[in-house]
């Protein structure tokens, strides 16, 4: 389950795809593990929905990718459409001058080939499993603009009638897993980075001073997210914290 679908029910999940958070997609993954098998998510997110934790995905830093808009600065990016995958990712693109437009995967290249959005926002890993190698003109690279979680659980009521045996058994597979696709995902990114290079793509590295000014955006970005949560009677505020901490370790 992408906890980004349904925000509803795992509405704290969405931390890990705040902007700004991390660059290395194994530290994001592993601090996000951590909240879910021994923190906060682990009795709000999983066990407040009855589920118990298998394996996670994070996926790389999401960037700006599209056909027809140059990107020399982050300015570039104010009042065009860009494709979100929804929750706090909406928040990212309007802190940024531009308008979220909600797209599946699938619906992305059709998205960008009629107008529909001018952009793309994900990892690049993902593009080429859409076929949008060959519409990726223009786009940044370096940025942390968000990521997107995914979440592979059994219900509790399977796991605990497991022996302890397949218990740790599953555990140990599910940390390994973690680990696998976290540095599998890295690996794809730089593979699509040059591989969209080579078919003559310009990206956009952000200076110092475009990273310094997106930092405070993402401080603000990540805060308002809090504050929602917060007046919504969860705990926003302390599963913000409580991720920066972890990424920190």
Same mark, same amino acid.
């Given at each position: 389950?992408?906890?980004?679908? #349904?925000?509803? $029910?795992?509405?704290?999940?969405?931390?890990?795809?705040?902007?700004?958070?991390?660059?290395? #997609? !194994? $530290?994001?993954?592993?601090?996000?593990?951590?909240?879910?098998?021994?923190?906060?998510?682990?009795? &709000?997110?999983?066990?407040?929905?009855?589920?118990?934790?298998? =394996?996670?995905?994070? @996926?790389?830093? %999401?960037? *700006?990718?599209?056909?027809?808009?140059?990107?020399?600065?982050?300015?570039?990016?104010?009042?065009?459409?860009?494709?979100?995958?929804?929750?706090?990712?909406?928040?990212?693109?309007?802190? @940024?001058?531009?308008?979220? *437009?909600?797209?599946?995967?699938?619906? &992305?290249?059709?998205?960008?080939?009629?107008? &529909?959005?001018?952009? /793309?926002?994900?990892? /690049?890993?993902?593009?080429?499993?859409y076929d949008i190698f060959?519409?990726?003109?223009?786009?940044?690279?370096?940025?942390? =603009?968000?990521?997107? *979680?995914? &979440? %592979?659980?059994i219900s509790d009521r399977?796991?605990?009638?497991?022996?302890?045996?397949?218990?740790?058994?599953?555990?140990?597979?599910?940390?390994?897993?973690?680990?696998?696709? !976290?540095?599998?995902?890295?690996?794809? /990114?730089?593979?699509?980075?040059?591989?969209?290079?080579?078919?003559? +793509?310009? =990206?956009?590295?952000?200076?110092? +001073?475009?990273?310094? +000014? =997106?930092?405070?955006?993402?401080?603000?970005?990540? +805060?308002?997210?809090?504050?929602? @949560?917060?007046?919504?009677? $969860?705990?926003?505020?302390?599963?913000?914290?409580?991720?920066?901490?972890?990424?920190?370790?």
């Amino acid at each position: 389950m992408s906890p980004a679908y #349904v925000t509803d $029910k795992m509405a704290l999940s969405d931390v890990a795809m705040l902007p700004g958070m991390f660059t290395e #997609v !194994c $530290k994001g993954t592993h601090a996000y593990w951590k909240m879910a098998t021994e923190g906060l998510l682990a009795k &709000t997110d999983f066990g407040g929905n009855k589920i118990h934790p298998i =394996f996670v995905a994070l @996926l790389p830093p %999401y960037q *700006v990718i599209g056909p027809h808009h140059p990107i020399k600065s982050f300015e570039d990016l104010k009042g065009i459409k860009i494709r979100s995958s929804g929750g706090s990712v909406d928040l990212t693109i309007r802190a @940024l001058g531009a308008t979220p *437009v909600k797209l599946t995967g699938p619906e &992305t290249r059709e998205g960008l080939e009629r107008g &529909t959005i001018d952009a /793309n926002l994900g990892p /690049n890993s993902s593009l080429k499993g859409y076929d949008i190698f060959p519409l990726a003109k223009y786009g940044t690279q370096g940025a942390s =603009f968000g990521s997107f *979680v995914v &979440t %592979y659980s059994i219900s509790d009521r399977v796991w605990n009638g497991l022996s302890d045996e397949v218990k740790q058994a599953l555990a140990k597979a599910g940390e390994e897993t973690n680990t696998h696709l !976290c540095q599998a995902h890295e690996r794809e /990114n730089l593979s699509a980075i040059k591989a969209m290079e080579d078919l003559g +793509a310009d =990206f956009y590295h952000p200076t110092d +001073a475009d990273k310094q +000014a =997106f930092a405070a955006t993402a401080t603000s970005v990540a +805060a308002q997210w809090a504050k929602e @949560l917060d007046d919504r009677g $969860k705990q926003g505020s302390a599963a913000l914290a409580e991720f920066k901490s972890e990424l920190g370790k």
